[in-house]
Structure formats: structure tokens, C-alpha cells
């Protein structure tokens, strides 16, 4: 899809419809309260029930910043499915709010899910990532500025924040959330991410060099492109924590548009991916091991949601186990022949010492039997010069 074609792909909906979509500002919906349990969804009814928003359990480290992802939207031709997908594979709970539904883990807001557009193409993407700003009208400059499409200009959302939609010069969908009430998903340190937490996110595009730009004039991202396999792939960071990665978009990927995937934490890749398929989704990747971090595999839910999900190198604890006690044994060995080489190494210290005070005393001995001598000679020397003289007398 080449920039002059291209539609808006961000879940941004139109003014006539924003009140079904997102949370955008209404004034017939702004009345409601929140709390108010006859506030009815798009979706039909069901199980899935619209628990209030649930205690934190796990607290986050603080808010994420500008240039870090700090919402996840995703379009559903059926929300009520894809909920109640989301929901069993990750253990999330559910809440609407203005029509809006938000998923939680351990208390903590993970995403959204809306009704998709009806002018998604099949082939766009259904997943929107928002980076955190502190300005989002200062964004839409830059962005502007640096050569994306302003699909949305900034407008606020309630009270809840400021929002705006772009797309980026290769063509890839994504917005950008400056919090107010709602601050996004929280930002933890790396052994709070568990089962169900984002963990990473990738920009596929077929301009690596253009994007790398962009999202480093608009939002001060810092990239690091290094070799992988056939390919280059690039590392975004924001200061002292990673933003997500840059994938290329060989021939191999065909009319699929760029985009930006959002990976999901699992404890299990595998388990997880059976797990999907009994849910009534499918395993479009099948489980990949990336060496030196773990395993990731792309799916599918019942409706027509794709995400990925990753599981880290944690996967392989026997097998780290194993060698971490062979490792433990390899240093006790060696600890233990250290010790015999010590021990040796202050007998041959001792012996060394016992020489060199034999030699010292030694010294000191023959020092002590030369004095003697000479004194004796000495002496014998006078007694001679005596008796000489007694001679002459």
C-alpha cells in the first residue's frame, strides 16, 4: 500500500460514529455515568461480565513517558468473542466504560477492544499502538514536519486525555496518547511483565532506513540496527528502556501493509498455542525459537484479531537447571583443587621459610664462629707481640 493510497488504518473513528468506537467526546454520552450497569455495548450479550475496575496486585514502577507505548487498541468484527478470547488465553478481567471495553491483569489496564471500522480492509491491520506524549498537538507538528499523514488531529477524550492519529511515512497505522486521568498502561520493570503483559512491540515496514528517522525526529527514539540471519533488524530505545524493534518486509510478505504488532507475555509458548486453538482461534506461526531470548508465534482469535505472543529463554529452565549444577560442579571441582594447590602452595611457603631461617641462622652462626676466630688470632697476636718483647728485654 503506497502513501498516496493508503486509508487511515488507526481504529480513529469518524465524528458521526466516535461515541461506538472509542472514548471520544460526546455529549449525549459524557451524561452517562460510568458506573451505570444498564450502559449498553456494541457488542451482543454474554457471559463475559463487566467486573469494576479491579484492585492492583501488581503495582507498576510509574507511568510510561513520551516516545514508550502506553495503550494498545485492538478492532474486532466481534468484540464479545474477541474478549472472551483475550480473556481466557491471558486471564484478563473485564470493563466498559462509555462504551469503551478495557482489559485488566492484576489490576493493571492492558488494552482496548472496539467494533472494527466497516472501511478496515481485510488485509490492514486490527492492532493500533499509541505512544505516549506530552504534547500531542506538538506531536502532529512533527509528525507533519518529518513527512507522516495526520489521519486525526488532536482532540480530547473526556477527561481522560488527549489524543491524535497518524501515519507513518512507509505507511503503518499508529496514535498518540497524551494521559490525563487515564495514564496508559503502566511501565514495569523487566520481572513484572508476566503471563498476559505486553512485552514487545515491531514495526514490520518495507523502509526500515525512512521509519528509523521518523521515529526518531518525532518522538527521540534511538535505534541500533544490527545483522540477524538474512536480515538487519533495529533495536528502538527511549533513554534506559526498549520501545520495540524494526522488522523488514522482504517479497516474502506480499500485499500485507506495513504495520505495528503488539507481542503478548506467555509462560508456555506452546501450551499457550494449544490453548488458542481450543478457544476456537488459529496459530497463523507456529512456535520460533529466537535464540538467546525465547520463543514467540503468531495468532489468530475466533473472530479476526491477530497478535503475537513471545514466552522468554525461561522456557528452557531444565536444561538451564542442568547446566547451571554442572557449572556449580565444574567450580566445586576446581574450588577443590584450588584448595590442594593452596595447601601445597603454603607447605612448599613453609618449607621456603624454614630453609631461609636455617640459612639465616647458619649466617649468623658462621658470623658468630669468624668473630671467634679472629678473636682468637687476635689475641694470639698479642700474646706473641708480648713474649717478643720479654725476649728483647
Known sequence: MSKKDSKPTTSTPKKGDEPKTKLSTSSSSTKKSTDDSSHKTNAPKSDVTNHPPPQVSNPPKKERGEGLVSWIEIESSNVEKTNHFLMELFGFTHYVEHDYHQLFKDGNVICGVTPKRSERKEMETNVTIYFGATSADQIASKVKEFGGQVVKEPFDVYDKGRMASFVDPTGAPFCTWQSNTHKGIPLFDYDQVQHGYPCWFELMTKDADTAKNFYENVYGIENLTKPHADFFYTLLNKGDHSVGGIMPMGPEFGNIPPHWMAYFLVDDIHEACNKVESLGGS???????????????????????????????????????????????????????????????????????????????????????????????????????????????
Open 283 to 393: 496459530v497463523c506461526q507456529k512456535p520460533h525459537e529466537l535464540p538467546g531470548i525465547g520463543w514467540f508465534a503468531i495468532i489468530k482469535d475466533g473472530a479476526d484479531v491477530t497478535i503475537s505472543l513471545m514466552s522468554r529463554i525461561k522456557l528452557k529452565k531444565k536444561q538451564l537447571i542442568t547446566e547451571y549444577e554442572k557449572t556449580k560442579g565444574e567450580l566445586s571441582s576446581l574450588s577443590f583443587k584450588l584448595e590442594k594447590y593452596k595447601k601445597k602452595l603454603r607447605q612448599l611457603r613453609s618449607f621456603v621459610n624454614t630453609i631461609e631461617d636455617l640459612e639465616e641462622e647458619s649466617q649468623k652462626s658462621d658470623n658468630n664462629n669468624n668473630n671467634s676466630a679472629n678473636k682468637r688470632k687476635l689475641s694470639n697476636l698479642e700474646d706473641d707481640k708480648e713474649t717478643k718483647k720479654r725476649k728483647k728485654n
